[in-house]
């Protein structure tokens, strides 16, 4: 069995378990066609997960576990990238980096995007080595629209959308990751200014907008240059998804 088949168990395995199944035959739901009861053998022979005796429930072991993680975690920033620069078709080229990527370069993406939180499907993404670094020098770098006072200002970090009209809505009034957003509004409802618009949005689109906190240890510019400066070099990232 190669790598990346064997990722793909453990990945099906990890989204179980966020939805609490663990039953082979949830698994076999999942992987359709793909699914081998040889190669799930395979895995519990190499003590990544554990069957039960009637060979009915499938738990992943604590080696599998943090192998899941990873992989989880490379497919969900790989989305996330995907997702703040392009907007939409992000499954497939997520699915294909996180099999080959490295510990390193997803910690790497996951600095340049401001440790995102979720994938765009609303999955929590788990952390990685940067994501606590990242916490213990700078608290509350990233934080909701809505958390900003009435009147202040913040850049765009990215975008929790669940849906591509939300998405396509906001793109439409400009904003997006880098445009800078000032809050007028809480009630009765939330109005906001970008790019010289005043917009009417409701609680939860606007809880979705994550921003960059202006604290003073923290320099926005910096980082909004950097981010412009290589995702504008789509070079390195293309490759990285084998996109054309
Ligand atoms: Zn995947
Ligand atoms: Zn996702
Ligand atoms: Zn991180």
Redesign the pocket.
């Given at each position: 069995m190669n790598k990346q088949e064997k990722d793909e168990y453990l990945e099906r395995l990890w989204v179980m378990e966020e939805s609490g199944q663990d039953t082979v035959e949830e698994l076999k739901r999942t992987m359709g066609s793909y699914f081998d009861n040889e190669k799930l053998e395979g895995i519990a022979n190499e003590k990544l997960v554990t069957l039960s005796e009637s060979g009915t429930k499938v738990v992943l072991t604590k080696n599998g576990r943090k192998l899941s993680r990873q992989i989880i975690r490379a497919?969900?920033i790989g989305?996330?990238l995907l997702y703040d620069v392009y907007g939409k078709d992000?499954?497939q080229g997520?699915c294909e980096f996180e099999h080959t990527t490295t510990i390193e370069l997803v910690d790497g993406i996951c600095t340049l995007l401001g440790h995102p939180k979720?994938?765009?499907?609303?999955?929590p993404i788990p952390e990685g080595e940067c994501c606590r670094n990242y916490a213990e020098t700078a608290h509350n770098v990233v934080k909701h629209l809505n958390e900003l006072e009435v009147g202040q200002s913040a850049r765009v970090a990215y975008i929790n959308c669940r849906s591509d009209g939300q998405m396509h809505r906001l793109n439409g009034f400009q904003i997006k990751p880098g445009a800078t957003i000032t809050l007028h509004q809480r009630t009765p409802c939330h109005v906001v200014e970008c790019e010289g618009a005043s917009i009417a949005l409701d609680e939860e689109i606007v809880s979705n907008i994550c921003v960059w906190s202006t604290s003073p240890e923290f320099k926005p510019e910096q980082r909004q240059s950097l981010q412009a400066k290589e995702l504008g070099n789509k070079a390195w990232w293309k490759r990285l998804f084998n996109f054309n």
């Open positions: 497919h969900r989305e996330r992000f499954e997520a979720e994938c765009p499907h609303g999955l």
